[in-house]
């Protein structure tokens, strides 16, 4: 149940809701990098709020998410984004891909130094497979213009230009060799972020050129990992061109949500990301370099975590939390539904009740796939984050 400030009983509703090296090339930083791949790799190995219905612009998602529709500048943000109370799950708008090529002809054999400082020679793109945690390097293949080169993917790609394709991963983000060895694939792009490894290394030793991108995620690389892409499959200026428009909309979304959030550093508001797996006792805090610190600064909002010196990723501990005291929690969907919703969440974490993030059940959930994937899609994950943090209403 969402409610912003004033709003009486009667205007509550709810809702369900050389040669290239493919490391980050040196270029200015807006804010520091993030995001420690390994640990992740380990939190992800462990392994629908409801809010106010108004009259305003926005429509649920297939899965219950709230998009919104209009442009963020014309949005009127709450005057204190600390003061509504509920629990928004809020989704990105679907956007078919947009090649920024038609029919690309790749420059092979292309040969590379990878992340991990191996020399791969990709001579052939016409079976490709593109694997990470978030489905985010399938989706920088499509908008190369060799979607139709893919031929499988991973769980978390599920846009609907890939969607028909079979799955190599199993029992979650766990790479299957036998499904991928049966695509027949004449590359693989992938990182550290999905495990098995071995699996990684028999691909390798059965003669497919695996290219092991950088895992290092944050709004800062998303568009390095479209130029890296490029590179590895022979399109570097399709890698740069993706890179350009991915960097442009990140930063003109940025201008936008900057203009949302408050100018008194006061009043802006303090915002954790937890990453929970209720099965699995899993609770987690996601601090500096961990990735979230970047997506929070981008918000224009404070990284609590952050602020106290928590490092990457580390589970939950009732003193940490409390002395956070964050005014907003920011969560997976999916971790959410796996604890049986904020009322769960509470239960099993009392300590957030101590903060007011709990005390006012303020708490923001977004796809698993969409939230940290720091790809083609940065710009409207801001987008659709702003909206929940700064102006509820155009959400709800």
């Known amino acids: 149940m969402l409610r912003l400030p004033g709003a009486g009983p009667d205007r509550a509703a709810t809702r369900t809701t050389s040669r290239p090296v493919l490391s980050r090339p040196a270029r200015p930083a807006r804010r520091r990098p993030a995001l420690a791949a390994a640990g992740l790799l380990a939190v992800a190995a462990l392994v629908a709020g409801c809010g106010l219905q108004l009259p305003l612009a926005g429509h649920a998602d297939d899965g219950g998410a709230v998009v919104g529709t209009e442009p963020l500048s014309e949005l009127e943000p709450i005057a204190d984004p600390r003061a509504w109370t509920g629990e928004i799950t809020v989704g990105t708008p679907e956007r078919p891909v947009d090649p920024v090529a038609e029919n690309p002809q790749p420059a092979l054999p292309a040969t590379v130094t990878d992340a991990q400082g191996t020399e791969v020679t990709v001579a052939d793109t016409s079976r490709i497979l593109a694997l990470d945690l978030y489905g985010s390097l399938s989706r920088i293949v499509f908008e190369l213009g060799l979607g139709d080169s893919v031929v499988g993917r991973d769980v978390s790609s599920g846009f609907p230009e890939i969607a028909?394709?079979?799955?190599?991963?199993?029992?979650?983000?766990?790479?299957?060799?036998?499904a991928i060895l049966d695509l027949a694939p004449t590359v693989i792009l992938t990182d550290t972020t999905l495990g098995p490894w071995d699996v990684v290394l028999q691909m390798r030793d059965a003669g497919i050129p695996v290219v092991v991108l950088d895992s290092h995620r944050s709004l800062e690389t998303s568009a390095d990992l479209a130029r890296a892409t490029g590179e590895a499959l022979g399109l570097p200026a399709e890698g740069a061109a993706l890179a350009e428009r991915t960097e442009t909309a990140v930063d003109d979304t940025l201008a936008q949500v900057a203009e949302l959030a408050p100018a008194d550093p006061a009043v802006r508001p303090r915002v954790i990301f937890l990453y929970v797996r209720g099965q699995s006792g899993v609770y987690y805090l996601f601090g500096d370099e961990s990735g979230a610190d970047s997506l929070i600064e981008g918000l224009g909002a404070v990284d609590a975590a952050a602020e106290v010196g928590w490092k990457g990723m580390r589970?939950?501990?009732?003193?940490?939390?409390?002395?956070?005291?964050?005014?907003?929690?920011?969560?997976?969907?999916?971790?959410?539904?796996?604890?049986?919703?904020?009322?769960?969440?509470?239960?099993?974490?009392?300590?957030?009740?101590?903060?007011?993030?709990?005390?006012?059940?303020?708490?923001?959930?977004?796809?698993?796939?969409?939230?940290?994937?720091f790809g083609p899609r940065s710009a409207d994950v801001l987008d659709a984050l702003a909206r929940a943090f700064y102006a509820p209403e155009s959400v709800s």
Do not use: K, W, Y
Not at 354 to 365: D, I, L, W
């Open 315 to 373: 589970p939950l501990n009732d003193e940490g939390l409390i002395s956070m005291q964050p005014d907003l929690v920011l969560l997976m969907t999916g971790g959410l539904e796996s604890v049986g919703g904020v009322d769960g969440l509470l239960e099993q974490v009392p300590a957030l009740a101590q903060t007011p993030a709990g005390e006012n059940r303020r708490f923001v959930a977004m796809d698993d796939t969409e939230i940290l994937s």
């Open 164 to 178: 028909g394709r079979p799955l190599v991963t199993s029992n979650g983000h766990e790479l299957t060799g036998e």
